[in-house]
């Protein structure tokens, strides 16, 4: 997720009764703040998105441009509106570049489904005729970055996830372990439609201490 920062990540497995490090989050927000500032440092960006990533791009020293930013970034948000497309669109028309935190189509919202920042910069690339490129799962970039934050070797290594187009893609493309859970979006029926399998198929991540 690129709405929420590794704090806010840490308070919610507190809440949860789950004790970690907020040092132990990668999001998808940390992910593209590093390419970006990797590719332009000091670079500036018109960001469609929540604080998660606002704050993840300032951190790397990016600032905010709404006039001629090097990139136009899309995260998940609920503050979508005409208005920020219509700028979006115009901006990437003037030269910036199109990147987007993450590909999935749709999230979740308790029962609900919501649109994904897929859906959301879907809009930005049919008026450009640009295609935006993805900094979260399944781009290996990061899954290499946060095994070298953690510290850890492929073989010390597995992603967990509940879906198969992302989480599990990523895992194959990073030649690292992966465990799919059928609590999410994925059941054990869809598996027949995919070309590659996980490595382990589990109920749901409590599954994983047995």
């Known amino acids: 997720s690129s709405e929420r920062s590794p704090r806010e990540l840490r308070e919610k497995l507190d809440r949860l009764g789950i004790q970690a490090d907020a040092s132990h989050f990668y999001t998808s927000a940390l992910a ?79 029962k609900d489904v919501v649109p994904g920042t897929g859906s959301l910069i879907a809009p930005i690339e049919l008026a450009t ?24 070797s492929r073989e010390e290594t597995a992603i967990v996830g509940d879906r198969m187009e992302t989480d599990i893609i990523a895992g194959i493309h990073s030649e690292i372990d992966t465990v799919l859970v059928l609590s999410g979006v994925t059941s054990r029926e869809d598996l027949k439609k995919y070309p590659y399998q996980p490595l382990y198929i589990l109920s749901g991540v409590g599954d994983i201490s047995e």
Do not use: W
């Open 129 to 152: 005729g640009k295609k935006a490129y993805f900094l979260g799962k399944p781009n290996p970039l990061m899954m290499r970055h946060a095994r070298k934050m953690l510290g850890c």
């Open 32 to 110: 593209t703040a590093s390419f970006l500032a990797s590719q332009r440092p000091n670079g500036s960006a018109y960001v469609i998105g929540e604080a998660g990533l606002i704050n993840a791009l300032y951190d790397a020293g990016f600032s905010t441009n709404e006039v001629n930013p090097n990139y136009v970034v899309v995260g998940e948000t609920h503050s979508y509106s005409y208005e920020k497309i219509e700028k979006a669109i115009n901006l990437v028309r003037a030269g910036a570049r199109l990147i987007g935190t993450n590909p999935d189509l749709t999230d979740s919202m308790g």
